[in-house]
């Protein structure tokens, strides 16, 4: 409170502890966390909750997964208290499917009632409903805001847009929630899976523009998904400038980086008012003022900024591709470059071997990935591999043979450096001295001002990534953990996009002579081909040149298969196995000796079979508890009728949370499914 920009403002938001148990399972399986402090803004003149990473403290981005973390890295962050957060948050991203309704000043905070808004928006439609018949309609898990003045729901479906309206807010990406876990007494404690209730209630706040502030997009932008046009602008020349402002760096004047961050949109989506609009309240810059009178006959803030950016705009990026382009004499319109083919003689190159990281298994030069389920030690093999680099330590597969030593520059999006990457580079031998993170890059947005900071992302900071590696003359790895995590606002799922992101990345690799090593996941495909089972689009197989499976062995649960799912540079020499061990208290791989011939599609195929088994088991013991709660005896007493051990059934009501409790003081165990209440103990 020691800053003199605090002096006028109001005493900070008391902290509202958060209640764990309480929020929905489903949304703590995925790994879309933040962590928040209140924070006062001079800007808005108001007490503010920007997200923040859990894992390093720096601002968060809802368009940039890799400042995400699992629940328990955000939630452990928040509750043993060291930095002093507020609260934890969920970012909502295309890829999931969930709507967060964000419904403000409608409840007492002594009192914990609802009421009407005093203030309705001009906006809104005449039939909008009060606050309590939206929670009523949706039938939804619900809880209280950090301010105690609000609400917040959560459901799955679709909403046509997302935007803000006075004090109603609705979300599906590219905005992150606060999450208390103290739900309403008036909502479930499940996620509702809605759809035309949804639409019809948020249409009712978020109506389209009016007919002469909004116009049908045009053909340029037709069609066009807002993120592909935000990936665009982001690699753009003037990129810097428009992720700052998309980030919410709004300086020292907010309305000039309104209407700055408005001319780029403008520039990007043609002259369509009402694209500009759905955009920008995507962006960090919205505030409330953008649905305000601001500008002469009533005209809305929002409404006069996109105006004037179309009248400072004098040419548009014309989207449709080169070769539907109509033909003109005039050569302003359409401007096309002269385009000529590059031609090589094959009969003036002169062949070479592949060269080699890993002999015949991680080529310089190339990409190659390795996927895994999470928790089976990817990471952790990804930081073997540089700590052999590091110090030329032989290869597990031939340690009689010559390991050229070099450095290693590492992207690592889920590990903390300081007590996870380097204990663990030091538990497997490196010289940390060849080791570089790269953790962000920085950028100006004029000479004026200083330096900001942002995430890496491989959309539009492969200069930087060359940068780093022509700093380390010896280079021979880059290692990427996740891949997913750097994609910016690439598609992982659709194939073009990716493959345009990862060629550029290929022809670094190629140019400096390095291995690129990605790390990624495993979809949950059943009954797949292994290099189908990659996440994501089939790219990332395809432009690796080796990619590879980490598995855990069916017969031994501590032992780990690095298999080959496909190797286009050499033949298939097989797999190798590994364990995990400690080492001064920090995990370490130990190769085993010889070749492993399981192939890749034999080890997940036995997967698939022990998923669908457990699948079977979770769906039995559902319906055993799906009217209350069951003793253990009885339920003991079937599974010996079902051919299923009591073993797997326990391990499957762990999967489900199942909730294990006692029937009065000398009562036995029962068993409740999660979240449903227990009944009255007589010696209560």
Request: overall charge neutral; aromatic content about 8%; charged content about 25%.
């Amino acid at each position: 409170m020691k800053d003199v920009a605090l002096a006028d403002a109001p005493a900070r938001p008391a902290r509202l502890p958060v209640i764990a148990e309480n929020i929905p399972t489903e949304l703590r399986a995925r790994p879309q966390w933040v962590v928040w402090r209140w924070t006062w803004s001079t800007v808005k003149s108001k007490w503010d909750k920007p997200p923040l990473n859990a894992r390093t403290g720096r601002n968060a981005s809802s368009t940039a997964p890799n400042t995400w973390s699992t629940f328990d890295v955000a939630y452990r962050a928040y509750s043993d208290g060291a930095k002093d957060y507020d609260g934890i948050g969920y970012v909502f991203s295309a890829d999931d499917p969930y709507v967060g309704i964000d419904l403000d000043d409608c409840r007492d905070p002594t009192s914990g009632t609802l009421a009407p808004w005093q203030h309705r928006h001009k906006a809104w439609s005449p039939d909008a409903p009060a606050p309590q018949t939206i929670i009523d309609a949706l039938g939804t898990y619900g809880e209280v805001s950090p301010s105690q003045c609000g609400a917040k729901l959560l459901c799955r479906g679709t909403i046509p847009r997302g935007g803000k309206r006075g004090d109603f807010e609705a979300y599906s990406h590219g905005r992150y929630f606060t999450i208390t876990g103290r739900r309403l007494d008036c909502c479930p404690a499940t996620i509702a899976e809605l759809n035309g209730e949804l639409e019809n209630i948020v249409g009712k706040f978020l109506r389209d523009a009016s007919p002469d502030t909004a116009t049908t997009s045009t053909a340029t932008t037709s069609g066009l998904d807002p993120q592909t046009i935000i990936a665009k602008a982001a690699r753009a020349k003037n990129g810097a400038k428009f992720l700052a402002l998309w980030n919410g760096d709004a300086g020292h004047d907010h309305s000039a980086a309104d209407l700055a961050l408005c001319s780029l949109l403008a520039f990007w989506t043609g002259p369509n008012p009402a694209l500009i609009d759905q955009l920008f309240r995507q962006s960090r810059l919205m505030r409330g003022k953008w649905d305000e009178p601001h500008f002469a006959g009533g005209k809305l803030y929002g409404q006069g900024t996109i105006e004037r950016a179309l009248a400072k705009c004098g040419t548009f990026y014309d989207w449709t591709p080169r070769n539907e382009r109509k033909e003109t004499n005039d050569d302003s319109c359409n401007e096309r470059p002269l385009t000529t083919p590059r031609l090589v003689n094959l009969g003036t190159i002169v062949p070479r071997a592949v060269r080699w990281l890993w002999p015949r298994r991680i080529a310089l030069g190339k990409l190659t990935t390795i996927a895994g389920e999470p928790g089976l030690g990817k990471s952790q093999l990804l930081l073997d591999i540089i700590a052999r680099v590091t110090t030329g330590n032989p290869w597990p597969d031939n340690i009689e043979g010559f390991n050229a030593a070099g450095s290693a520059v590492l992207l690592s999006a889920e590990d903390d450096i300081e007590d996870t990457i380097v204990p663990r580079l030091i538990a497997a031998g490196a010289d940390l001295n060849y080791v570089t993170a790269l953790q962000g890059v920085e950028f100006k947005l004029d000479d004026k001002t200083p330096a900001k900071q942002r995430c890496f992302n491989l959309e539009c900071d492969l200069p930087a990534l060359e940068q780093a590696i022509n700093a380390l003359p010896d280079c021979r790895i880059v290692g990427i953990d996740p891949i997913s995590s750097y994609l910016g606002g690439t598609d992982s799922h659709k194939n073009a996009e990716l493959r345009g992101l990862l060629a550029p990345l290929s022809d670094l690799a190629a140019k400096r002579n390095v291995a690129v090593v990605s790390v990624t996941h495993l979809n949950k495909t059943s009954g797949a081909k292994a290099m189908h089972r990659v996440t994501g689009s089939l790219a990332f197989v395809a432009a690796a040149r080796a990619a590879w499976l980490v598995t855990q062995d069916k017969e031994n649960a501590t032992r780990r298969l690095f298999l080959p799912i496909k190797n286009n540079l050499a033949k298939d020499n097989g797999g190798l196995a590994f364990g995990i061990i400690d080492m001064g208290g920090s995990p370490a791989l130990a190769w085993e000796e010889g070749i492993v011939n399981v192939t890749a599609d034999e080890a997940l195929r036995e997967d698939d079979r022990k998923e669908k088994t457990r699948e079977r088991e979770k769906a039995w013991l559902t319906k055993q508890l799906a009217d209350g709660p069951r003793t253990q005896e009885a339920l003991r007493a079937e599974v010996r009728e079902t051919g299923f051990s009591w073993r797997t059934i326990r391990r499957a009501s762990e999967d489900l949370g199942v909730e294990k409790f006692k029937s009065g003081f000398r009562g036995g165990w029962s068993w409740r499914l999660p979240d449903t209440d227990p009944p009255p103990s007589s010696e209560n």
